[in-house]
C-alpha cells in the first residue's frame, strides 16, 4: 500500500545520472523525482518516495535566506518509504547501454 499519492508526472521525464563513485556502489545509475528518487542495481532497483508535503517545505526552507529557515529545518520531520526490488535469478553482470548523452553536467 502506498501511503503517499504517486503521480504519472513523477516519472514521465526522469534522466539517469551514471555512478561515478558519488553513491553506494550497488547503484548502477540513479534519477531524481518530485520527492524522491530512483536507484538501478544489477538485479534490481530501489525507489525512494518521501512524503510530497514534507518534502516541499523541506526544500523551500533549504532556499530560503531567513532566520525562520533554521527553526523549520530543525522542527521538521520528513516521512519517507523505500521499495527494493530484486529480480531473482537477474544477471548480475547485466550490461546497461546508455540511451542519449545529456548535454548536462552532474556532480
Excluded: C
Excluded at 35 to 47: E, K, P, Q, R, V
Excluded at 57 to 67: F, I, K
Amino acid at each position: 500500500m502506498l501511503l503517499y499519492p504517486v503521480f504519472a508526472q513523477d516519472y514521465g521525464s526522469v534522466e539517469f545520472v551514471e555512478n561515478k563513485g558519488q553513491w553506494d556502489p550497488q547503484v548502477r545509475l540513479s534519477a531524481k523525482t518530485t520527492a524522491g528518487a530512483i536507484f538501478l542495481h544489477n538485479n534490481g532497483f530501489t525507489i525512494l518516495q518521501h512524503n510530497p508535503q514534507e518534502f516541499a517545505v523541506l526544500t523551500e526552507a533549504m532556499h530560503e535566506r531567513s532566520l525562520a529557515k533554521d527553526a523549520v529545518l530543525g522542527a521538521s520531520i520528513l516521512h519517507s518509504h523505500a521499495y527494493r526490488v530484486a529480480f531473482i535469478g537477474a544477471n548480475p553482470a547485466a550490461t546497461i547501454l546508455p540511451d542519449k548523452a545529456q548535454p548536462t553536467y552532474n556532480n
